[in-house]
């Protein structure tokens, strides 16, 4: 789960249920505008004691519960990757091991149904650690909502999950103009220049 997003989401949603300003909620929690206007943007991630003294404020309280995520989530895929990642830093994993992870998050989405996909692609996955394993997972998450004709979910378009400049999969200059030339067009817009041959299952 992205922190900021969340508290973002739920401060949002609080004002608006009890038609607060971010003025009224600041004199109310003891907090300078300024801080809840940050939170409320996104820009900034309050501590869990910080959130809860905002929320309380206003009459309500955070209940936090443990579940299990989905195997094949863009959250799980992301924390999969960032713990690969650090692997990789022993050279215990490569690339292709990355690929693959992705890939098959990219099988497991294409074969639920609508509902299933939103269970897998709605909650925001936290930075795997590299921007472009993150680009690489939002371009697979709106390719899959582009084809089936499904609305994308907000933290696709975070601006932290585009590249530039592009990053090309293969590491052979001479297969760039073939990954841009035939990479789905999720893919450009995303930064991550893979040919679709590449995106094949494995």
Known sequence: MEG?????????TLR?????TQRDLARLSRVPQPTIAAIESAKREPSLSLLSRIVESAGYGIKLDLVPLARFGAV???????????????????????????????DAIRAVDDEGLRGLIDEPPSSSGS?????????VVEEECARRGAVTPRWVNDPSRFLKPFWYLSKNPALHDWEFATAPAAFVRHGVLAAAEELASV
Do not use: V
């Open 4 to 12: 900021k997003q969340k508290a973002a989401e739920i401060l949002r």
């Open 16 to 20: 608006r249920t009890n038609g607060l």
């Open 76 to 106: 799980s895929t992301s924390r999969h990757i960032e713990r690969a990642l650090l692997k990789d830093d022993r050279n215990e994993r490569s690339e292709d091991s990355l690929l693959r992870l992705i890939l098959s998050f990219r």
């Open 131 to 139: 921007s472009q394993w993150d680009a690489f997972l939002a371009a």
